[in-house]
């Protein structure tokens, strides 16, 4: 008898399975090509593969947690529900004007996307909440018959948005209206504002309900698809949604709040890189996770993912807790192409995972990344332990048709490539670095990803990063998070309040989101290891347009609200190390008070299966590392290296899920926790 643990991460190429027995630490890993038409399709074919590869009985998986990239599909292709948006009158425009900021700001053609509500479809309510949550015009029970009239009267919808002016203040209104619609409309979705996101800034707040409003169908579907399919598989397991904050929910709440899982892979990557470096001692992480279709970076301090609160995706403002990563269309699968001033451009349209790659033999033509590393001689023959066979000729073929247009060998075209990509991929970590006030080469940078190794030297050589590490199992690390992840849920309410003055309206703040908090871990931390509360008041200068998020205390202490000089000093020391400067003498005010509840779900360490040896070359290729000539390079089998071995570059290591790259200018050790890390020589 075992209880098994079973994480799935769908990519765009490949879906990961990551399964974990609680009773012993054993652990296998599984890697299948995606299905984009029906991504549950790639999770049901997959589990039952890895059921098959390794006897896991479906009444033993006890818990099943999810990254889905469903949410970020929908939007990024506007594939979502019809919608109506129901609003205080006179604000109906208020989504389209948003903050009047333009895209791209030195392009004077680019224009905001359209909003993902038609102007006819917003309708308008008498009713008026003063900004003290006081009520200025009463909603009348005549108002809301005439709204569900005209809802019935007009054409059919799925989804139903309601934001009302200061509604996170007091929420009555939305509430009423919600209630008659839902027993009027049964069969519709109603996503009100007060619930997805209570708190102020009004276009963030409409923005982000809409998202949900957008989402609920076409995510709905697919979770309840989903759900009933792993019951069937998988009787005994709970099912648990990675959320973009960075910790799991049900999957009923998945439901409700779509939204939450707008960055739900590349959040469970982080997570898990930063597990991983725990396990190694090392805390300052960032991470570089390549894979099929995009690159997400993210910047990990002492073991911690940083959180931002404010996003844009596909062009559409999202304002909930989330890891912050940055996105780039750079992956295994991005196509080469000559742009219109005749220069070589990577990205960030894919080939994904149908057709894929030219070399994947699918039926891909296109020049892609993965194409110029197969010319290049830096990835084998097969990948996915043999499931996926490479062609080289395809791949020279495919970087030939750019190649003779430019006029270039097909090794420099396909050098190129891969150092265009590699561009791309240091400006993204610029993005969460540099620009926000840190120095890369203060931390280490973590690859994964089914590309991730490929390139992490290249990229952490141009930024000055001297240490890479690459963990146990790259390629999977999005799953192996979603292992590690605990049950987490957001509270917070919006109170602003001048730190000079009492603060008894925050204190009642805290204890009534305190009072929220214990009630959730009371429901849904049940058979959890530990829960804690952890307190966070979002602060600012008075005049400031944005604030900085303060946290108090430590996870496992009782959340409570320090003296004021306490609270000075933590604000200081946020906008310090944010910007570098403090006004002592400035007022300063606290805006929102957060309460993150976290519920510890059981875990166990992972029994790694120790490398056999000795080190030794399985074969020798010949790799492009610059276009002067082809280098004698070593391939070594990961499973054969073991803790203390040291290698010179250059050196190639493979694995089932992935490849690492060590070019001549590097040198390898392998550390107790089986990491690989690589140090760059500072002399290149």
């Not at 098959?52 to 818990?63: A, F, L």
């Not at 903050?99 to 008498?126: C, G, H, K």
């Not at 790259?661 to 040198?667: I, R, Y």
């Amino acid at each position: 008898m075992a209880d098994w643990i079973v994480g799935v991460d769908v990519g765009g190429t490949f879906t990961d399975f990551s399964a974990r027995d609680l009773r012993t630490g054993a652990v296998h890993i599984h890697k299948r090509p995606s299905t984009p038409d029906d991504p549950s399709r790639a999770i049901l074919e997959g589990l039952g593969e890895l059921q098959q590869k390794t006897g896991i009985p479906g009444e033993d998986i006890v818990r099943f947690a999810h990254g889905t990239t469903v949410a970020t599909n929908a939007l990024l292709q506007r594939r979502g529900a019809a919608i109506r948006l129901i609003t205080t009158k006179g604000f109906r425009d208020l989504v389209e004007i948003g903050r009047q900021v333009r895209p791209l700001i030195y392009d004077l053609q680019e224009d905001a996307p359209a909003p993902l509500v038609s102007r006819s479809n917003r309708l308008e309510v008498t009713e008026r909440i003063g900004s003290r949550g006081e009520i200025v015009v009463e909603l009348t029970d005549a108002e809301i018959a005439r709204l569900v009239a005209e809802l019935k009267a007009a054409p059919k919808v799925e989804s139903i948005a309601v934001c009302l002016l200061f509604s996170f203040l007091n929420p009555v209104h939305e509430q009423r209206i919600a209630a008659a619609i839902r027993a009027a409309i049964p069969d519709v979705y109603v996503s009100i504002s007060s619930e997805v996101q209570p708190e102020f800034r009004e276009f963030e707040r409409f923005s982000t309900t809409l998202i949900n409003a957008f989402l609920q169908p076409e995510v709905g579907r697919y979770m309840e698809r989903l759900k009933g399919a792993i019951n069937q598989v998988a009787p005994n397991a709970k099912f648990g949604i990675f959320q973009s904050s960075g910790g799991l929910m049900s999957v009923d709440k998945a439901l409700e709040f779509p939204v939450r899982t707008a960055l739900s892979g590349p959040a469970a990557g982080a997570v898990g890189a930063a597990a991983a470096g725990g396990k190694s001692s090392i805390g300052d992480i960032i991470t570089l996770d390549i894979g099929g279709t995009s690159t997400d970076v993210c910047l990990i301090r002492d073991g911690e993912t940083e959180i931002a609160h404010v996003r844009d995706i596909a062009g559409f403002r999202i304002r909930l807790p989330m890891v912050d990563i940055h996105t780039v269309g750079a992956g295994g699968g991005s196509i080469a192409h000559i742009g219109p001033d005749g220069l070589m451009k990577v990205g960030p349209e894919s080939a994904g995972a149908v057709p894929g790659p030219a070399c994947y033999c699918k039926g891909g033509t296109k020049p892609t990344v993965s194409d110029a590393n197969v010319v290049l001689g830096r990835l084998p023959a097969s990948l996915a332990g043999g499931g996926l066979m490479i062609d080289r000729e395809k791949a020279v073929e495919a970087i030939r048709t750019i190649a003779e247009p430019l006029g270039i060998p097909v090794i420099k075209a396909a050098l190129g490539i891969c150092g265009i990509v590699s561009s791309n991929m240091t400006r993204a970590i610029r993005a969460v670095s540099t620009q926000k006030g840190h120095d890369p080469r203060d931390f280490a940078l973590m690859p994964f990803g089914g590309a991730g190794g490929l390139h992490a030297a290249d990229v952490a050589k141009s930024l000055g990063i001297r240490r890479i590490i690459v963990p146990i199992a790259p390629g999977i690390l999005c799953a192996e998070g979603l292992i590690e992840a605990d049950l987490q849920e957001n509270f917070v309410f919006t109170c602003r309040t001048p730190l000079d003055g009492s603060l008894a309206a925050i204190e009642t703040a805290v204890d009534q989101l305190d009072e929220q908090a214990k009630a959730w871990i009371a429901i849904e931390a049940r058979g959890a290891e530990g829960a804690y509360r952890l307190l966070t008041l979002d602060m600012r200068y008075v005049g400031q347009n944005y604030e900085l998020p303060v946290t108090l205390g430590q996870p496992g202490e009782e959340p409570n609200l320090p003296h004021i000089a306490a609270l000075k000093e933590a604000f200081f020391e946020a906008h310090q190390r944010s910007y570098g400067h403090v006004d002592r003498e400035a007022p300063i005010e606290i805006m929102n008070v957060r309460m993150k509840a976290v519920a510890r779900l059981s875990q166990v360490v992972p029994l790694a299966e120790k490398p056999a040896g000795p080190a030794k070359a399985s074969e020798y290729h010949d790799v492009w590392f610059d276009e002067h000539a082809s280098v004698s390079t070593p391939i070594y089998p990961r499973s054969t290296l073991q803790p203390g071995i040291r290698l010179q570059g250059p050196a190639i290591i493979t694995q089932f899920d992935t490849t690492t790259v060590v070019p001549p200018w590097a040198s390898l050790t392998v550390d107790p926790a089986l990491s690989l890390i690589l140090e760059i020589d500072d002399a290149q």
